[in-house]
């Protein structure tokens, strides 16, 4: 399906059944799509794109079918599916990682992160009408200065990464995102929690997993086990800055 983003020339390619349009400033694109979706003016698969030229910008509304606890593993399947778009267009010999639960590294620094939205008096065992995955890229930190006082974080145009990537990259995610949905439908979520757990550096002997809940657990060597809330996490997203509404650099 080809779907016009905006007034000018760019067009999206998407799977079938999915649909996009621009969000409407000041809205970035996960404020936009749990707007239209809380209104109804949103269907699952509704593809929003921000308009700021230093992020690329994107959330995806879907149709959670379980209670809100289980149904934010989604969370894991977005990031999955943003993790392999990037992987797609960067250096192949970088590794793209993970630090629980949203936010994506590139060659170890800070590119970006994702995060889900869900309605606000949705209780924990009821089925949430929507829910809001989204994902913020860093384009470029021109704006930022001197790279040397950022070190923790990287952008796209620093990494190797191609010239022009806001629509390729967008149409690879919602590729990657129907594939990884069909993996959850076919395998089960364990195969889900395996592709990301795959990208979560670990010290040594130290084991990850998903909980039936949705939180993380690790389990070191001498029995120590350490939880991780993945609710707490996704209300704060600690790659965020609320500041300037993007990726903290």
Do not use: Q
Not at 37 to 44: I, P, Q, R, T, V
Not at 61 to 71: F, I, N, Q, R
Not at 179 to 202: M, N, Q, S
């Amino acid at each position: 399906m080809t779907v016009p983003v905006d007034a000018g020339p760019s067009r999206l390619v998407l799977p079938p059944g999915f649909s996009a349009r621009a969000a409407e400033p000041p809205s970035d694109a996960h404020a936009e799509a749990c707007r239209l979706a809380a209104s109804g003016e949103a269907d699952a698969a509704t593809l929003v794109l921000g308009r700021r030229d230093d992020l690329i910008d994107l959330a995806v509304v879907l149709a959670p079918t379980e209670p809100l606890a289980t149904a934010r593993r989604a969370h894991f399947a977005g990031m999955v599916a943003l993790c392999n778009a990037v992987g797609v267009f960067g250096p192949p010999e970088i590794p793209v990682t993970f630090d629980w639960p949203g936010t994506l590294l590139f060659n170890g620094a800070r590119l970006g992160g994702g995060r889900l939205g869900w309605p606000e008096a949705c209780r924990e065992d009821e089925e949430p009408d929507w829910l809001v995955f989204s994902g913020m890229l860093l384009a470029s930190k021109l704006a930022a200065g001197d790279p040397g006082h950022t070190p923790d974080s990287t952008a796209l145009e620093e990494e190797g990464f191609g010239a022009n990537l806001r629509v390729p990259l967008v149409e690879s995610f919602a590729r990657h995102l129907t594939k990884t949905f069909e993996i959850w439908r076919e395998d089960g979520f364990d195969r889900v929690a395996a592709l990301y757990l795959a990208h979560l550096p670990l010290e040594s002997g130290v084991r990850a997993a998903i909980e039936p809940g949705a939180d993380g657990r690790l389990t070191w060597p001498d029995g120590r086990v350490e939880h991780l809330s993945l609710r707490t996490d996704l209300e704060a997203p600690g790659w965020r800055d609320p500041k300037t509404g993007g990726v903290r650099l």
